[in-house]
């Protein structure tokens, strides 16, 4: 390119008239560029490979960030209300505004909590982002008096802070698990395809199927047994206080 403009800033003719040969201006065009610009022009022609390498390298790496920018801003929410914004998200996670629980469904029982500011990067696979908004802590109060549903038998607490309490649980098909009451909000991320059989107090029953990766938000102030009745069944839940 820096060459061509040499050329181009050549006269067509010598100064006696005559028209300048190829050969001619192959060997003029070197000596002229290094009495103008100071340098041989191969050395240019370096320059000039390097400054176009550069920008093409930068040139991608700004279409690759817009691009994943513009992906996660697309994102919209599976859920929505005035506690959590939870987004079922592969690769590229979302920009956050609020403290935010990730849950990579590559890996079973897992969690990590974010605060605000922390950048939430990519997952390397599909992930549930649950965005905790800046609601007023709510705990219903116990009035049937039965146990909370956790902690439980076989469940583990990976963490506690807060915003949340954090569990992984598995049921045990044929098991049911005790009549419990649920004093705190919850998301739960299913693990596994799950089918339970859930009685409430007053005896009524229904059955409710869920897919692997399936996220589900359930009010508290409820008491009820679930009983696992195909396959297995895990869970994620995240209580919200």
């Not at 500011?117 to 007023?136: C, Q």
């Not at 998301?187 to 859930?198: A, G």
């Not at 692997?212 to 009010?219: I, L, M, P, Q, Y």
């Amino acid at each position: 390119m820096c060459q061509a403009v040499v050329r181009r800033a050549l006269p067509p003719v010598t100064a006696l008239g005559e028209p300048v040969g190829a050969r001619d201006r192959e060997r003029v065009v070197p000596v002229v560029f290094e009495k103008c610009f100071g340098m041989p022009l191969s050395m240019d022609r370096r320059l000039c490979r390097a400054r176009h390498f550069l920008t093409m390298i930068l040139l991608a790496l700004s279409l690759s960030a817009a691009s994943s920018l513009a992906v996660a801003q697309d994102i919209q929410p599976k859920i929505d209300n005035e506690r959590v914004a939870v987004f079922d998200v592969a690769g590229t996670l979302p920009r956050a505004d609020h403290d935010f629980v990730v849950i990579p469904l590559a890996r079973k029982g897992i969690a990590e909590f974010h605060h605000l500011g922390d950048i939430p990067g990519k997952t390397g696979s599909r992930a549930i982002m649950i965005e905790l908004k800046d609601s007023s802590l709510k705990t219903y109060p116990n009035n049937p008096g039965y146990p909370n549903a956790f902690p439980r038998r076989r469940v583990k607490r990976l963490f506690e802070n807060e915003r949340v309490i954090v569990w992984s649980y598995s049921w045990k098909l044929g098991e049911p698990t005790p009549m419990h009451f649920h004093d705190k909000d919850v998301v739960v991320v299913y693990e596994d395809d799950t089918t339970l059989k859930s009685t409430t107090l007053d005896g009524t029953r229904v059955i409710n199927h869920y897919q692997a990766g399936e996220v589900r938000f359930n009010r508290g102030d409820r008491t009820h047994t679930e009983l696992l009745v195909k396959a297995t069944g895990s869970a994620v839940i995240v209580e919200l206080k």
